[in-house]
Nanobody, 126 residues
Framework: QVQLVESGGGLVQAGDSLRLSCAAS????????MGWFRQAPGKEREFVAV????????YYADSVKGRFTISRDNAKNTVYLQIDSLKPEDTAVYYC???????????????????WGQGTQVTVSS
């Protein structure tokens, strides 16, 4: 059974940093591209970042470039999302997702991903 378990969310102030983690089990982690999405109240789930299976390349939404960094440790079956200079508009539930094989050209689409975690809440106060 595949499980993706996010952690590291919380209530923080604007300008703070957080590191989210997503621990994967039940899948051959190093054969999956891993992505992060977020969903704010009343909004659709949106793409944040994705990293290739090897960790050699990463792609970001324009809204988070320069503040978010995705990384992975295949030995630990874990993907991370470092978030710096948090803003109130970053408030959302953050989800990790696994996409088998290559990142491809449609990595911003939720239906490209095979597995999803339950999410971790990030709340940024101003």
């Amino acid at each position: 059974q595949v499980q993706l378990v996010e952690s590291g969310g919380g209530l923080v102030q604007a300008g703070d940093s957080l590191r989210l983690s997503c621990a994967a089990s039940g899948l051959s982690f190093s054969t999956y591209a891993m992505g992060w999405f977020r969903q704010a109240p009343g909004k659709e789930r949106e793409f944040v970042a994705v990293i290739t299976w090897s960790g050699g390349s990463a792609y970001y939404a324009d809204s988070v470039k320069g503040r978010f960094t995705i990384s992975r440790d295949n030995a630990k079956n874990t993907v991370y999302l470092q978030i710096d200079s948090l803003k109130p508009e970053d408030t959302a539930v953050y989800y990790c997702a696994a996409k088998w094989g290559r990142v491809g050209n449609s990595y911003i689409r939720t239906n490209e991903y095979n597995y999803w975690g339950q999410g971790t809440q990030v709340t940024v106060s101003s």
